[in-house]
């Protein structure tokens, strides 16, 4: 079993930057690809980031490409979210997943955190 605890998530400004965390409790960190998804009031679960299980390989939804970048801390069993230039269409409450590989669709991933709010004013 593994616990993924986000944080990081807060109220922000139209252009503004949040950097959300999200740790693992695993001795098996490296064996898993990691990803972000995100659920905005009313609307399904929406695939944003993920990363492989060594982190040479990166995907991003369209929308956030060129301001969201996904990274991993093995030392720290840690993965983030640097979101920069932030829209209030990026509101939403927002999870990590891990899983065997860094798949777009929310199914691939076998464990999920809670969630953190992300909330960008206009």
């Known amino acids: 079993q593994v616990q993924l605890v986000e944080s990081g998530g807060g109220l922000v400004q139209a252009g503004g930057s949040l950097r959300l965390s999200c740790v693992a409790s695993t001795r098996t960190f490296n064996n898993f690809a990691m990803g972000w998804f995100r659920q905005a009031p009313g609307k399904a679960r929406e695939f944003v980031a993920s990363?492989?299980?060594?982190?040479?390989?990166?995907y991003y939804e369209d929308s956030v490409k060129g301001r969201f970048t996904i990274s991993r801390d093995s030392a720290k069993n840690t993965v983030n979210l640097q979101m920069n230039s932030l829209k209030p269409e990026d509101t939403a409450v927002y999870y990590c997943?891990?899983?065997?590989?860094?798949?777009?669709?929310?199914?691939?991933?076998?464990?999920w955190g809670q969630g953190t709010q992300v909330t960008v004013s206009s």
């Open positions: 997943a891990a899983g065997p590989v860094p798949s777009k669709d929310e199914y691939s991933y076998d464990f």
């Open positions: 990363i492989n299980y060594n982190g040479n390989r990166l």
